[in-house]
């Protein structure tokens, strides 16, 4: 191995959970702070919980709700579309006024 184009090895680099979990692991940097363990993921704890670090869970909700929105204006412009029949010929105009002036 080459000398001095290494990172240096840390055997008792500290990593620090939010949930307040410590323990000793190895790495390149002395210490390490992360969100979720072993101790606080759902999946290892069996329990459900939202883990929302920066409000993802709201922007989805908001973004399914601005889609739900979106696709309620679009049936209805649909709907407008179907209602508004243009005729196709000159036979079809006339055939629709008539329809028109009896009713």
Not at 21 to 29: D, E, Q, S, Y
Not at 61 to 85: C, D, G, M, N, Y
């Amino acid at each position: 191995m080459k000398s001095g184009i290494h990172p240096q090895y840390f055997d008792d680099c500290k990593v620090t959970c939010a949930c307040g979990n410590a323990f000793i692991t190895g790495a390149t940097v002395p210490e390490i702070h992360v969100e979720v363990c072993s101790n606080c993921h759902p999946f290892f704890t069996g329990e459900m919980k939202y883990v929302d670090t920066l409000g993802k869970v709201e922007k989805f909700e908001k973004s399914r709700a601005h889609a739900k929105e979106l696709a309620k204006t679009k049936q209805k412009v649909e709907k407008e579309k179907v209602q508004r029949v243009r005729p196709g010929s000159l036979k079809e105009m006339l055939d629709l006024a008539k329809k028109q002036a009896s009713s």
